[in-house]
């Protein structure tokens, strides 16, 4: 799996193994797993994402809307 359009900025968490990439041309982050190397998740975020902070963003809206 790729990842979307135009990725920017990377973020790693070394915790879970998961790697997330702000897609400024798609709009989106993409969920990597670390282990598998392969998209995990693709998070929508309505705008053009292109830093660790919309990164962060994105992540914190994700976990809001599902409760973790």
């Given at each position: 799996n790729d990842t979307g359009l135009a990725p920017q900025s990377i973020?790693?968490?070394p915790a879970t193994n998961r790697i997330y990439v702000a897609n400024y041309g798609s709009g989106n982050v993409s969920?990597?797993?670390g282990s598998t190397n392969s998209?995990?998740?693709s998070l929508d975020v309505g705008y053009f994402p292109a830093s660790e902070a919309a990164i962060q963003e994105?992540?914190?809206t994700w976990h809001d809307a599902?409760?973790?």
């Open positions: 973020s790693l968490n969920v990597i797993d998209v995990a998740a994105a992540l914190q599902v409760g973790k």
